[in-house]
Each structure stands twice: as structure tokens, then as C-alpha cells.
């Protein structure tokens, strides 16, 4: 906060009463009764914050997510990142075919359920090659699809309406994240643009865990 000085007048200094330039630079911003009371009220409506002790927490009965690959991977959201052109794709299609068939990955039990595969960076055939690959028993709760909207416009719902469909439905996997994402701007915050995008995909995952 600043106080200006008083100005000089043609005759000479400003004579003005003790503490007179103080209220007459900022007497009109200073916190009324009706103010302070307006202030207090927005805070009397806040939000309390909803608190658990330890104790409570540490004995509290809990549902826990279930596994689809034991101890590695559990409903909800997840993310499969790694360097380009080391076999990411060829790795989601193998992990679709085995949870779809509940049959085990790296050694370890999964829990059979149909899965969605979004391919957004493929083609039908190259599918189609790899799969013949990898399998010569294609399961039918397997599902293949090469296009989809965007985050935060139709993609959300054309997930539900998917689910909707298909209720048996206990994995999608969406390849890859930058297909679905908004064209972003240079001066937009990469980690505030991640975490916003990935929120909004965590929501949909955990309202159907």
C-alpha cells in the first residue's frame, strides 16, 4: 500500500489535519462494517474440509480395486509408456488377447473380461496380421475400434454408450492418448495439460470400477 504525498499548492504547502491525506488518498477502499461482514459470510458458506484419523482410516472396512493382471494391473486407470517403435502395440494387442481369454500374462493369473481396443494408429489389416501372429483362436469379446472423438467432446460418451452395449466390458485400452487429445497450444503447460486430460479419463475409470 502507498500513501501519496500531498501536493503543493500555489500558495505554498497543503495544510491539511493530521492523518487528512491518509483519508483523503485512501479512506474510500478502507474495509467497511458491510464489507468485513460480506467477507466473513463467504467464508461461513465454504466447503469444510472432511477429515479421518489415522485410527479410523487404519481400521475403516474398504473395497480394494479388483486385479485384471495379478499385482499388476487393477481396475482403474492406467498408463503404458515407453520409447517409439519398441513393440508397445504389439504388446496391448497380446495383453487383450490374453485377459480377454483370462489366460495368464508373464506368469501371472488374470481375470477374464471382454476388452475394448481402440487401434487409433492403425489400420484394419495390419491388425488383422498381427493378430493372425499371435493367435489362431480370436476371442469374440475381443473388440476392435479404428476411430473415436476426442477428450472432452464425444469421447466420453461413446465410451458409456460402449459400456452400455457391452457390459461385460472390463478393460479398454486407448492407443494412444495423443489420438484423442485436443491440438494443443506451445504456451499451454504440458503437466497442466496432462493432468487435466487424465482426470478426466480417471473420473470415467473409477465411475465404472
Known amino acids: 500500500m502507498t500513501v501519496r504525498r500531498p501536493q503543493k499548492s500555489e500558495h505554498g504547502d497543503a495544510a491539511e489535519a493530521p492523518g487528512q491525506a491518509y483519508k483523503n488518498d485512501i479512506g474510500s477502499t478502507v474495509p467497511t462494517k458491510n464489507t ?13 474440509l472432511q477429515l479421518i484419523d489415522a485410527d479410523t482410516l487404519y481400521y475403516k472396512p474398504l473395497a480394494h480395486p479388483k ?8 481396475d482403474g486407470l492406467a498408463i503404458l509408456a515407453g520409447d517409439s517403435k519398441i513393440g508397445k ?40 496380421q498381427r493378430m493372425q501372429e499371435l493367435t489362431d483362436s480370436p476371442p469374440e469379446n475381443l473388440r476392435f475400434g479404428f476411430s473415436c472423438g476426442q477428450l472432452g467432446a464425444e469421447l466420453e ?52 470400477s
Open 67 to 74: 486385479m485384471l493382471i495379478d499385482g499388476v494391473l487393477s
Open 36 to 48: 468485513i461482514t460480506s467477507e466473513r459470510k463467504k467464508v461461513k458458506h465454504m466447503n469444510k
Open 89 to 128: 502395440s504389439w504388446m496391448v494387442l497380446w495383453l487383450c488377447l490374453q485377459i480377454s481369454r483370462g489366460e495368464a500374462v508373464w506368469g501371472l493369473p488374470t481375470r477374464k473380461t471382454d476388452v475394448v481396443y481402440l487401434a487409433l494408429e492403425d489400420r484394419e489389416w495390419r491388425v488383422q
Open 157 to 208: 460418451g461413446q465410451i458409456e454408450e460402449a459400456l452400455g452395449e457391452f457390459p461385460s466390458t472390463g478393460l479398454i485400452f486407448i492407443d494412444t492418448l495423443q489420438m484423442v487429445r485436443d491440438n494443443t497450444s506451445a504456451k499451454v503447460n504440458a503437466y497442466a495439460q496432462d493432468y487435466k486430460d487424465l482426470s478426466g479419463l480417471k473420473k470415467l475409470a473409477d465411475d465404472h
